[in-house]
């Protein structure tokens, strides 16, 4: 036989594999043809190599067919089995069960978003995947794309309008603004008209480190400017920064809510029309089909609806 080197994988060919386990069946180089759906001189050179593969006739002609030899009737069940392996490995459809999973989620949000999400999400957890953990990080408009690409989150929340929309990607629900304030300390009436909104000192969320937002580009419009008087990069400092001073902020409406009942700040209106936004969910390509990823973007889209009903 000739001097193939047997330890190197790279000589062993599936489908001789596939063409060996058809002749065990049949006992029969036609019949193996059939079965494999090829020509007969096909099924012939596929034995031709497997014989100079493993250096044994492993086929012998006899009146009553195509008669193994003791080297493949004991390569005949590793080989079934090898065969067995690699169809369930390749093409067996992945599997998610929270109750028994053990695993590591990873979100990356604004301190905003994680404040609406998180609480529910984690509940969901707590009772249909007890044993996987919740990670979250922060992740703003520039770094949440990087994070995805890299594998460092599953997936980013947060409202992205850099992000061109792609299938990539769903809205979880519409915010709008509302304006929260210490109505003693600034000494106004809910709700509080244009003027007086202008007139106040205002602070504003930008992990840019300036002094202007969304809401400044409609003032301008009108030919009109508001004093930015305290910028962070964190929604949730916010509500803390307004109680006891004079100074207004402009804050998703979810947050607010949760201003008016847990620090008794005093909301309303934005007194002028403002843009609404969506808060999206976003993953990258390669988990797109994931099943466990896939359980995930199902659970926060349950989540958001329970809060657009609620």
């Not at 709700?191 to 937002?213: E, F, N, V, Y």
């Not at 929604?235 to 607010?256: E, N, S, T």
């Not at 797109?288 to 359980?295: D, H, Y």
Request: net charge positive; with cysteine; glycine share 6%.
């Amino acid at each position: 036989m000739s001097g193939i080197d047997k330890t190197d994988l790279r000589n062993v060919d599936l489908n001789l594999l596939v063409a060996f386990a058809a002749l065990m069946q049949t006992r029969s180089v036609t019949k193996a043809a059939e079965r494999l759906r090829v020509g007969q001189p096909s099924a012939s050179h596929s034995l031709k190599r497997l014989r100079e593969l493993l250096g044994d006739p492993l086929f012998v002609r006899t009146p009553a067919g195509m008669a193994p030899t003791p080297r493949a009737l004991a390569l005949e069940e590793p080989v079934r089995s090898i065969l067995a392996r690699i169809g369930t490995t390749l093409f067996a459809s992945p599997s998610f069960d929270p109750a028994r999973e053990k695993r590591i989620f990873r979100v990356g949000a604004i301190d905003y978003a994680q404040s609406v999400i998180a609480g529910p999400l984690l509940s969901v957890l707590r009772k249909e995947a007890p044993e996987c953990k919740l990670i979250l990080t922060a992740a703003d408009c520039d770094s949440a794309e990087r994070a995805l690409e890299r594998g460092e989150i599953d997936v980013a929340v947060g409202a992205f309008p850099e992000l061109a929309a792609g299938p990539h990607q769903r809205v979880l629900y519409r915010e709008r603004y509302e304006c929260v304030f210490d109505a003693k300390a600034c000494q106004a009436p809910v709700p509080m008209t244009r003027a007086q909104w202008l007139a106040l000192p205002h602070i504003i969320m930008s992990t840019k480190g300036d002094d202007t937002g969304p809401l400044d580009e409609v003032l301008k419009a009108s030919g009109e400017r508001r004093e930015v008087a305290v910028s962070t990069p964190n929604f949730l400092a916010i509500p803390y920064l307004l109680k006891g001073k004079r100074l207004v902020a402009a804050l998703p409406a979810r947050l607010a809510r949760s201003c008016r009942k847990n620090l008794k700040l005093a909301t309303c209106a934005v007194p002028f029309e403002t843009p609404e936004f969506d808060v999206v969910m976003v993953w990258s390509a390669r988990t797109g089909n994931e099943p466990g990823a896939v359980w995930l973007r199902d659970q926060m889209l349950s989540v958001c609806k329970t809060l657009e009903d609620s």
